[in-house]
Each structure stands twice: as C-alpha cells, then as structure tokens.
C-alpha cells in the first residue's frame, strides 16, 4: 500500500477495525517492487497478498472479499435500505471523493504547496528502504519528488478538474464536511454506532484531504 493512496488507508482501517492480521509494506525496494508485480495485475496499490498466495486489487473487491470470510463484526447496516445507501455513499467517495483530493491536491489554482508537500512526502516513502544516512539521499529524494510532480501535474484529465469543473469540485468538498460535521454531532459514525462501508470509504479520501495542506486548511 501507500500512505498517500485513500484507497490503501481505506482497506488497511477496514482490515484494523475487524482486527485481521497484516502486514503493511511499501515499494521501497526493488525487490518489493518485483513482489507487488508478481501479485498484481496492475500496478496499482492495494494490493492483498492472501496466505494462499492469491492476489486482490481494487479496495472495494478486497473488502467484499474478506468480508465474506469474515463476516464479524459486520460493516453492512442490517436494514436493506440502509445497506443500499452505504453502498451508494462508499461508491460516491470512491468515484467522486477522489476528485476533492485531486484537484485541491494538484489542479487547484492554489494547489501548489499542497503539490510540493505531497511530491516530497511521496518521494520519502519510496526511498525508504535504504538507510537513512545512505550517501545522496536527500538528492535521490528531491529527484524522485520532482519526477513524481512533474507527472502528477499533466493528469488532472483523468479526474475531469478543469477550470469548468474546479468550481463544482471545490464546492461539493466543503458542502460535504459542513453535512458530515453536522450529522456526526449525534452519532460516531455515519448509520450509528459502528463503521459501516460508507465510512471506510469516506474515511480514505478525506483523511488524504486532511493531511494536505489546502484541503486540510479547509477542512
């Protein structure tokens, strides 16, 4: 997984709520990085490696997956409609939630010390498996982060920020924590008393927003 990847910090909350042992690991290593391709089929984080050896990827198959082998404590609300609108809202943060983190993170027209802060963030974790008084490594660092924004700068496409949309996006963003902060007065999480698909999935993209710097200002 990564840390700056909602979707990994979306499965490995889930896996921590039903107390499922894991193991974390970064592509920080050559090595772990041909372990990932050997289990992946794209590549894309998260990855689970099953103690069968199998492969999962994509965090919403992932969770449906162990959720049926281990079904407690269960994250879907009992009452059907309920579980329908978990469902929706799990989906909405997956497709739509992922665009409040991209565009305030990199498209936004004051995204820069977000983009700056995250490039180099990411940069650090990847270049982590060495020690971390390694001859060049703040170099191999402001290397990896430049390549890795450069990159990152020119994809706002494939989340549809543009100056059409930025106004929709950053709105719906901050619409979307006034509601959440006003329903979450009454209750810890989003149907009550336990976490449910939709948090897992909100969860991991605003707590991306939260540790940037502009969307978390605003937040």
Same mark, same amino acid.
Request: charged share 20%; aromatic share 10%.
């Given at each position: ?20 042992? +894991?193991?974390?690991?970064? @592509? =920080? ?9 050997? +289990? ?35 994250? +879907?609300?009992?009452?059907?409609? #309920?579980?329908? #609108? ?11 939630? =992922? ?40 170099? @191999?660092?402001? !290397? ?13 496409? !494939?989340?549809?920020? =543009? ?12 619409? !979307? ?5 006003? +329903? ?8 009550? @008393? ?26």
């Amino acid at each position: 997984g990564s840390a700056g990847s909602p979707y990994s910090i979306k499965v490995r909350s889930y896996f921590r709520y039903k107390d499922i042992d +894991h193991v974390w690991l970064v @592509r =920080n290593t050559p090595e772990l990085a041909k372990e990932h391709q050997k +289990h992946s089929k794209l590549p894309l984080v998260p990855t689970v490696v099953c103690p069968d050896g199998r492969g999962l990827q994509d965090s919403t198959p992932i969770i449906e997956t162990v959720e049926a082998l281990v079904p407690q404590p269960s994250i +879907h609300p009992a009452d059907s409609t #309920l579980r329908f #609108l978990s469902e929706l809202l799990e989906e909405f943060a997956d497709e739509w939630g =992922n665009k409040w983190m991209m565009h305030l993170r990199w498209y936004s027209a004051a995204s820069g010390p977000s983009a700056e802060a995250y490039s180099r963030k990411i940069a650090a974790e990847l270049c982590s498996g060495v020690p971390i008084d390694s001859e060049g490594l703040q170099d @191999r660092v402001t !290397t990896v982060a430049a390549g890795f924004k450069e990159r990152m700068l020119d994809r706002g496409f !494939t989340v549809g920020s =543009n100056a059409t949309t930025a106004p929709i996006i950053e709105r719906s963003y901050l619409d !979307t924590i006034v509601l959440l902060d006003a +329903h979450l007065a009454t209750r810890p999480f989003i149907f009550g @008393r336990s976490p449910s698909l939709a948090d897992f999935g909100l969860a991991g993209q605003l707590y991306q927003c939260f540790t940037d710097v502009l969307a978390g200002e605003q937040m």
